[in-house]
């Protein structure tokens, strides 16, 4: 599976971003999730996506700022974020969990089978 994540930028405190996630496959039973990684600073799962039900889990500090969707006719999955602060500057990886049966979302990065390369965010105060 290759993943070809895209829409990153800068933007002001309080703008808005969308991300997209290309996949080159992508089955019913996959996850796909959104990570970030900002300098100095670990990998940082931030929500993810069944593919069959649509099902979506987000880590509390991105919760009502942040929403995940996914269009099964192009593979593609979406990070909206909005009311973005300068605290959300980072690199933002999408992620494939390529499970050979349905499992709960999982938010640990080691879980996630497949990367994209990443599209950096930055956002100025």
């Known amino acids: 599976v290759q993943l070809q994540a895209s829409g990153g930028g800068s933007v002001q405190a309080g703008g808005s971003l969308r991300l997209s996630c290309v996949a080159s496959?992508?089955?019913?039973?996959?996850?796909m999730g959104w990570f970030r990684q900002a300098p100095g600073k670990e990998r940082e799962f931030l929500g993810a996506?069944?593919?069959?039900?649509?099902?979506?889990d987000y880590e509390e500090s991105v919760r009502g700022r942040f929403t995940i969707r996914r269009d099964a006719t192009k593979n593609t999955m979406y990070l909206q974020m909005n009311s973005l602060q300068p605290e959300d500057t980072a690199v933002y990886y999408c992620?494939?969990?390529?499970?050979?049966?349905?499992?709960?979302?999982?938010?640990?990065?080691?879980?996630?089978?497949?990367w994209g390369r990443g599209t950096q965010v930055t956002v100025s105060s």
């Open positions: 996506i069944t593919w069959r039900e649509g099902n979506t």
């Open positions: 496959a992508i089955f019913s039973q996959y996850h």
């Open positions: 992620a494939v969990r390529a499970s050979s049966r349905r499992t709960p979302i999982r938010r640990i990065s080691s879980d996630y089978d497949y």
